[in-house]
């Protein structure tokens, strides 16, 4: 079975600031994963997904992920907050073969400070 | 905008009332899937299509039902509601039916049970 943890459902940073957004996966396949970014009243928008290839994945806004696999992590990171990055983030990872269903974390919801 | 379309966008009926949730696939995928997602529950996979068959059952409740017409376009019935439906329902698609593929999310049908 494919689980994912995300610590912090709340995390604050300044405008500027490291984003740093955690993700532990457990898989019992060899995992794909992925980062989904949702705005107040909308569907989730994909940032960024992990499936095998290099381990350092660039997303869409600035943000990357790195698969760590000796740490069954990966973790959500963006240099520099900017306000229009407060929002909720979802890590998921993809289900087994015939059933490719995504698990999702708790979600961890980002605020910028200004 | 993902390309996927849902409605209606918000549904508000009475326990015991059954609806329909429509959502319409981006042009050319052919794999369908439901999401739920409550604040208790967080975001829970219910089912899985692939041109016209089910291909994956989650946490879905025997009250609900699903189908996906030769068109593509994927139906979520829900019947005998609860309060506890009360829910916002996602729709997402993909090209294929594989661990790597990207699911693409509709804006999602919010649905409350009075």
């Known amino acids: 079975a494919q689980s994912v943890t995300q610590l912090g459902s709340h995390v604050s940073v300044s405008e500027g600031a490291l984003v740093l957004l955690r993700c532990n996966y457990s898989?019992?396949?060899?995992?794909?994963l992925f980062w989904y970014v949702q705005y107040p009243n909308q569907g989730l928008q994909l940032l960024l997904k992990?499936?095998?290839?290099?381990?350092l994945v660039k997303g869409i806004n600035g943000f990357e992920a790195e698969f760590k696999k000796s740490e069954t992590s990966f973790h959500l990171t963006k240099p520099s907050a900017h306000m229009s990055d407060a929002a909720e983030y979802f890590c998921?990872?993809?289900?087994?073969?015939?059933?490719?269903?995504?698990?999702f974390g708790t979600g961890t919801r980002l605020t910028i400070i200004p | 905008d993902s390309g996927v379309t849902q409605t209606p966008k918000h549904l508000i009926t009475a326990t015991g009332q059954r609806v329909t949730l429509r959502c319409s696939p981006r042009s050319g995928d052919l794999s369908v899937y439901w999401y739920q997602q409550s604040l208790d529950q967080g975001l829970q996979f219910l089912i899985q299509?692939?041109?016209?068959?089910?291909?994956a059952k989650g946490n879905i409740l025997e009250r609900f039902s699903a189908q996906q017409f030769p068109d593509l376009h994927s139906e979520l019935n829900l019947s005998s509601l609860e309060l506890g439906d009360s829910a916002l329902y996602f729709c997402?698609?993909?090209?294929?039916?594989?661990?790597?593929?990207?699911?693409?999310f509709g804006p999602g049908t919010r649905l409350t049970v009075l």
């Open positions: 992990y499936t095998s290839a290099a381990t």
């Open positions: 998921a990872v993809s289900g087994s073969v015939g059933n490719e269903k995504l698990t």
């Open positions: 299509y692939y041109n016209g068959e089910e291909r």
């Open positions: 898989s019992s396949v060899p995992p794909y």
């Open positions: 997402a698609s993909s090209e294929q039916s594989t661990r790597a593929d990207t699911q693409y």
